[in-house]
């Protein structure tokens, strides 16, 4: 089953509050140093991007709420949801466009980080306006943005 079907694969809980409890004890683990692997490490990799979270993944419930940070309002539980979706996403070649953008954002000199977040906004964006109002995330519609954002990516 492609990955992007999250919810129908099992991985909706990347944006639950059922994750909490999950992150919280990635963080744990990842303060006592602990070898991390699957989603766990791809949930420590995005946590370790971003800094800017620490002090909330141990206040629970702050985590899942959007707090404004650094000028931005962001769910950072979300947020981290979104950088491990698009890292399996990367890791699965599922759909395989998401590769091409991203390789083609990085030659344009694009940081590999600011690249995650261009892919996770336009995969964000659509997960939240089908999978969560009960309907599948349309796989033609992701291929075609992710197509759009190639072509300003070739244009810029």
Do not use: T
């Given at each position: 089953?492609?990955?992007?079907?999250?919810?129908?694969s099992g991985?909706?809980?990347l944006f639950s509050k059922q994750a909490l409890s999950i992150y919280f004890n990635v963080w744990?683990?990842?303060?006592?140093?602990?070898d991390l692997s699957g989603d766990s490490e791809l949930i420590a990799d995005a946590m370790r991007a971003h800094p800017e979270?620490?002090?909330?993944?141990?206040?629970?419930e702050a985590a899942f709420h959007?707090?404004?940070?650094?000028?931005?309002?962001?769910?950072?539980?979300?947020h981290t949801g979104l950088h491990v979706a698009v890292e399996k996403q990367l890791f699965q070649q599922d759909p395989e466009e998401v590769e091409v953008?991203?390789?083609?954002?990085?030659?344009k000199g694009v940081p590999r980080h600011e690249?995650?977040?261009r892919i996770a906004g336009l995969w964000g964006n659509?997960?939240?306006l089908s999978v969560r109002r009960g309907g599948p995330l349309e796989e033609t519609v992701y291929i075609e943005e992710l197509k759009l954002l190639m072509e300003q990516t070739e244009n810029s």
């Open positions: 089953m492609p990955f992007y079907l999250l919810k129908e991985m909706d809980y744990e683990r990842m303060k006592r140093e602990e979270f620490d002090s909330l993944w141990p206040q629970g959007p707090q404004e940070i650094d000028g931005y309002v962001v769910n950072p539980l979300i953008v991203f390789k083609a954002l990085l030659e690249a995650i977040h659509l997960y939240f």
